[in-house]
């Protein structure tokens, strides 16, 4: 009989369970368990788990150096990082229109002066040649170019020398298309792109400094027979002429209208 009354406990104590675990599972899986939402008051959840939410920061605040609708001019002094023949540097004038404070263009002009480099006068002198001449002032040599570029702005900050002295600066890129003219007045074809900085002393004064790369389409010069007659372009045959690029650095200074 003790026995048999164990075995109705442990059978009792067995379905009672199985009716929990039953209703474990109906309520686990129940619908409006489910869709049941619980929410916290902002100030009772962590710091770190909520996001801020604000407006877009300004890039530049209290420009000092407005330029939209105004017109710059420039006049630089650039020195060519690879000529093998002429002047090394060139006078540069340069006239520009801000339609923005991002995007401008520009109307550029550089000066080839008629003078030679080192290795140019030593060449035209017959040294290292064996009695033969190489004068390149008898090639159809480049006279001055002319650019069109675009230029676009991306970055303009300040700088504090000190208290008194807050200086403001801008980085640029420009590129465009124009023509190489010759000293006899033939048109070459040509391209440049560059990067430069611009430092503002105050509204209407400041100093620039440029780095570009500009190519055409002309004679190549080391191509040449130099040593007896003056040649001209139109003389010239296709593999007397081919793309010639130059590296221009400049510095200048900036006139704000």
Known sequence: MFFYNNFLTLRFFHRIYKIKIFLFYMILFSPSVQAFKIYFPDEELATESVLPNVDIPGMVLNRNINLRWK?????????????????????????????????????SGVSYLPFLSSAGRALKKGE???????????????????????????????????KAINLNLSIYTFSGLGFIVSKNND????????????????KWLGIKGDLSFYGY?????????LSSKELKYGELEGRQKRLNYNIL?????IFIL
């Open 71 to 107: 017109v710059e001019l420039n006049v630089s002094l650039g020195i060519s990082l690879d000529e093998p023949f002429y002047f090394k540097f060139y006078p540069k004038g340069q006239i520009a229109l801000n339609i923005t404070e991002f995007h401008a263009v520009s109307l």
């Open 128 to 162: 290292g040649l064996g009695g033969k001449v190489f004068d390149v002032t008898k090639a159809p040599s480049p006279s001055m170019n002319v650019f069109l570029n675009y230029r676009y702005t991306p970055f303009y900050g300040k700088i504090s020398l000190s």
């Open 187 to 202: 048109r070459f074809p040509a391209f440049n792109i560059g990067i430069g900085q611009k430092i503002y002393i105050n």
């Open 217 to 225: 389409y002309g004679p190549a010069i080391a191509l040449l027979d």
């Open 249 to 253: 650095s400049e510095i200048g200074l």
